[in-house]
């Protein structure tokens, strides 16, 4: 008989150990992620977090009041499978899929394949080294856009960030009154608000009409109000002369590249880094176009319109 005891004890441990390993993930859903702010003017890092786990209704809340509260989060040490990604991301709005077919991946088409090869057409090559807020160039912009690092170079691979709400905060009553009602033109063909330094995209691509934004907006979520669509497309102020719209826009961009509203964030291999379109304007760095093993980069880039589950449902 104590053979048999002994067996059955051995048994019930086995099972009590089964049980608690399947119970740590869900305790696991309710320990709260650890956000930090960065160094700088704004930002945060965010850990003790697993993106390819499926993240309950409280963590995700956490992760969305963090990007709010805090412009741009970087989440590292992440292991996300394409699959997984994309489910992330849309969990952050109605993925906008990109309107040049060979950069999407083929089964997930809301994922961006942002790569240095060698082969990049160079009117194709650091278009996006400009200040710029995503898809301006469409009458409904992205709300939320994402870059998920699958290979980086040992040297770049920065993005740059200007807060846009403290900006506006910070402009003088008389300028606040002055911008506060003025709609801005958004010409896909190209933008009109160029600084020294900045690149566009010249590749082809399909025909979109003209669009308009107003130059400051209200953050569907949180209210707060912010200087938008200022660079990137902009090509002019309706119901302004042209050359005298153009000089306008250039005096709020210049105010909002002033240095304490400035920012930057590296995506290493494993880290999502988020970016709450309607409070920031981004720009990327120079990118070495290359495949030796120290200098290439594949970077996966989600855009979302709209707003993220816990809002679903405001208009954006």
Not at 76 to 91: D, K, S, V, W
Not at 101 to 120: E, V
């Amino acid at each position: 008989m104590a053979p048999l005891r002994r067996l059955a004890r051995r048994l019930a441990v086995t099972l009590l150990i089964s049980k608690i390993y399947v119970l740590i993930p869900s305790l696991l859903q309710g320990v709260a992620v650890k956000i930090t702010r960065m160094a700088g003017a704004f930002g945060a890092t965010v850990g003790d977090v697993d993106l390819g786990a499926t993240l309950d209704a409280t963590t995700f809340q956490e992760l969305v009041d963090g990007l709010y509260d805090h412009r741009i989060l970087l989440i590292p040490g992440q292991r996300l499978t394409n699959q997984a990604y994309a489910e992330f991301g849309g969990r952050w709005g109605d993925p906008i899929v990109f309107f040049v077919p060979g950069a999407r991946d083929r089964q997930f088409p809301s994922i961006i394949r942002i790569t240095n090869s060698p082969a990049t057409p160079e009117a194709s090559r650091d278009g996006a080294m400009h200040w710029h807020s995503d898809s301006s160039y469409e009458a409904v912009p992205a709300s939320v856009t994402m870059l998920y690092g699958i290979e980086v170079p040992l040297v770049g691979n920065e993005t740059l960030f200007a807060d846009c709400a403290s900006a506006y905060d910070a402009l003088p009553r008389s300028m606040r009154e002055q911008v506060d009602p003025l709609v801005v033109v958004h010409d896909p063909k190209g933008g009109k608000v160029n600084i020294e330094g900045e690149v566009r995209g010249r590749g082809q691509t399909e025909p979109l009409p003209v669009v308009t934004h107003p130059l400051v907006i209200e953050h569907p979520v949180t209210g707060r109000r912010s200087l938008f669509g200022f660079s990137g497309t902009a090509a002019g102020i309706v119901g302004c002369d042209e050359a005298d719209a153009i000089d306008l826009l250039l005096e709020v961009k210049r105010h909002v590249l002033q240095p304490p509203f400035r920012q930057q964030a590296r995506v290493d291999v494993g880290c999502v880094l988020l970016w709450d379109n309607y409070s920031v304007v981004h720009s990327a760095t120079p990118t070495v176009y290359s495949e030796a093993d120290s200098e290439r980069r594949l970077l996966h880039r989600i855009s979302t319109r709209g707003l993220p589950e816990p809002y679903r449902g405001r208009a954006a």
